[in-house]
């Protein structure tokens, strides 16, 4: 399931698509409240995928056994400067991602990483946390709520979604 969203930008409008079926974020943002309104606003979900697009980005996901490195690279052959600017993908994903649990604080910051990021279920990450049941879920709003604050401050509404 893909989400797209129309965003105004200084050309004017543009499309951007996300995807929301594969996270648990993406499931909380499908249900509905008793008055039928979403749990999680879409751009609460925005802001979750943006988490987590960078965490990815700067490869801070648990490694596989097998090292794939010299193999994709073809070993000592090629490669690239130092100081040619590549490679540094990671290096300023990894900032963002810090940037933003730094402004979430402890607590908000662990359960968007544990949810946005890990993809745990909210019933995992609150026993995970000691947290009684149920109670995740709201914290996760509020987090969120944080999170999407964060991007809007630091770079606008309209800011890129990835990297």
């Known amino acids: 399931v893909r989400g ?7 050309d004017g409008p543009r499309q951007v698509r996300y995807k929301m079926a594969e996270s648990p974020v993406g499931v909380l943002g499908r249900r509905r409240d008793r008055d039928g309104k979403p749990f999680l606003e879409s751009d609460l979900v925005e802001a979750a995928e943006r988490l987590r697009e960078d965490f990815e980005l700067a490869q801070m996901g648990p490694r596989v056994a097998q090292n794939w490195d010299r193999f994709l690279t073809g070993g000592d052959r090629g490669g690239f ?42 019933e995992v990450a609150e026993r995970r946390m000691g947290w009684a049941a149920r109670s995740g879920k709201i914290v996760l709003r509020i987090a969120l709520m944080r999170l999407r604050r964060h991007y809007d401050e630091t770079y606008g509404r309209s800011g890129p979604l990835i990297g």
């Open 4 to 10: 797209e969203r129309q965003l105004m930008d200084d």
């Open 81 to 122: 400067q130092a100081d040619s600017g590549i490679g540094e993908g990671p290096t300023s994903a990894r900032a963002r991602v810090a940037a933003a649990l730094r402004d979430l604080g402890p607590g908000l910051g662990d359960v968007a990483l544990r949810c946005c990021c890990f993809l745990e279920g909210l």
